[in-house]
């Protein structure tokens, strides 16, 4: 990863001097295409940042498990890389920028504040979580479900018991849950297993047969029993 910042910071030139990538090429992708906020636009997969008075180029990515961010100043000459392995890793990215820029160009300690500040809400903010997740999920909840459930764009469950752990079983992943009583009434199974915690499927029944029901902002998907 580094060396491909090494690579934008030499306008599309290796080390050994060798052209990968005509400049003009490289330099058009940062022409500003969309504007997503006072100080940020975004070209062809990579944002321009102009919040701290100079131009910093970056792009990061997610996935279950991980967050990451590559970041370059072209006027600089100065980027970097961050990798981490655990969703929270995202509150890393920005104090990751914040502090080489402290170190570059003298500015106030404030990257460790946000840092510690952060790690303190969250603690408290899981403390809170926790306090009404049942782990293993109660056995009234339990004996609710099906063996089986699936839905064409989603793909299949398989709930897995082993004593009084139940396993979410997706295929590609699986998960132990725990259960949650809603303030609506309603009871939700939630994944808790490091990476893929936090997914809530809401237990219900849906045209006489038993189901889970998976919301988003604007969507409601609803897998349904199966043999």
Do not use: C
Request: no cysteine; net charge neutral; aromatic share 8%.
């Amino acid at each position: 990863m580094l060396r491909y910042v090494q690579m934008e910071l030499g306008r599309g030139k290796l080390p050994d001097g060798k052209t990968l990538v005509s400049e003009q090429a490289l330099l058009a992708r940062r022409l500003p295409q969309v504007t997503i906020g006072e100080h940020t636009t975004y070209g062809m997969g990579l944002e321009v940042d102009t919040e701290y008075g100079i131009p910093v180029v970056h792009h990061g990515g997610a996935v279950f498990g991980f967050r990451s961010d590559m970041f370059w100043l072209p006027d600089q000459g100065v980027g970097g890389v961050i990798l981490t392995n655990a969703g929270m890793g995202g509150a890393l990215l920005h104090p990751f920028l914040r502090k080489v820029l402290e170190e570059l160009y003298d500015g106030k300690p404030e990257a460790m504040e946000d840092i510690q500040a952060t790690a303190k809400a969250r603690v408290a903010e899981l403390a809170k979580y926790r306090e009404r997740l049942v782990v293993p999920p109660a056995p009234d909840v339990v004996a609710k479900l099906a063996k089986h459930y699936t839905r064409v764009a989603l793909g299949d469950v398989t709930v897995r018991t082993a004593g009084a752990a139940v396993t979410f079983d997706f295929g590609e992943w699986k998960s132990t849950v725990a259960s949650r009583r809603n303030d609506d009434g309603t009871t939700s199974m939630i994944t808790v297993d490091p990476s893929v915690d936090g997914f809530v499927f809401v237990v219900a029944q849906k045209s006489g047969k038993r189901a889970l029901v998976v919301r988003d902002m604007q969507h409601e998907y609803v897998l349904t029993e199966a043999p």
